[in-house]
């Protein structure tokens, strides 16, 4: 499976504010996804980023807040916009494997004050 | 109706016991299922994954798969301390995309 890594792996931010989070994959691979998982909850998928085309958004969530970009076939970013406390979460991004599986990398825990 | 249900738990059980986690989906054309188990403050990490009916074993895990009845299971056999966690069920659903659907997770609390 690939090695995944994340920065940061932590942060506390400002209301109002802006951090961007990157994933960097020790392989090429053409999907990546970004999820978030609220404190006790389970993973919600925020979008699918494709290299070379824009990224696909799942319901209730929208580009203007959680801009991604997908320069290339091993490195994602995921910028969460103008912050508020209920954006506090665990940040995921995943790669697909072989067998339409998922591995993830260690996640950036976000706190927004 | 949830597309992929799991009892939330937690689910108690005695060291050296068999713990049996279960999981629903909805779409009936669904073909590729997985078990993940996270700690508290980790990332998923995948232990099982299944994609024809019946049983596939790898060590203590056991995944049980019935399309008929739309139903996967993760058995583990003798449960240890270690493998207190939240275990997660995800469905490649059927639409022709990638992405993978999550249940919520069931806690698996194991007693020494």
């Known amino acids: 499976s690939a090695v995944i890594s994340q920065k940061p792996s932590r942060d506390i931010c400002q209301r109002g504010t802006s951090l961007t989070i990157q994933c960097q994959v020790d392989s090429q691979v053409t999907m990546m996804f970004w999820y978030r998982q609220q404190p006790g909850q389970s993973l919600t998928l925020i979008a699918t980023?494709?290299?070379?085309?824009?990224?696909?958004?799942e319901s209730g969530f929208v580009i203007d807040k959680f801009p991604i970009s997908r320069p290339n076939l091993t490195f994602s970013t995921l910028t969460v916009s103008n912050m508020s406390p209920e954006d506090s979460s665990i940040y995921l991004c995943?790669?697909?494997?072989?067998?339409?599986?998922?591995?993830f990398g260690p996640g950036t825990r976000l706190t927004v004050t | 109706q949830k597309e992929v249900e799991q009892n939330s738990g937690p689910l108690s059980v005695p060291e050296g016991a068999i713990a049996s986690l279960n999981c629903t989906y909805s779409?009936?054309?669904?073909?590729?299922f997985f078990w993940y188990r996270q700690y508290s403050g980790k990332s998923p990490e995948l232990i099982m994954s299944i994609y024809s009916n019946g049983d596939k074993e790898d060590g203590r895990f056991t995944a049980q798969l019935n399309k008929a009845s739309q139903y996967v299971s993760l058995l583990i056999r003798d449960s240890q301390p270690s493998d207190s966690a939240t275990y997660l069920c995800?469905?490649?659903?059927?639409?022709?995309?990638?992405?993978?659907?999550f249940g919520t997770g069931t806690r698996l609390l194991v007693s020494p």
């Open positions: 779409d009936r054309g669904s073909q590729s």
């Open positions: 995943s790669v697909v494997g072989d067998a339409y599986e998922q591995y």
């Open positions: 980023a494709n290299q070379g085309s824009e990224a696909t958004y």
């Open positions: 995800a469905v490649k659903m059927n639409t022709g995309f990638q992405k993978l659907v």
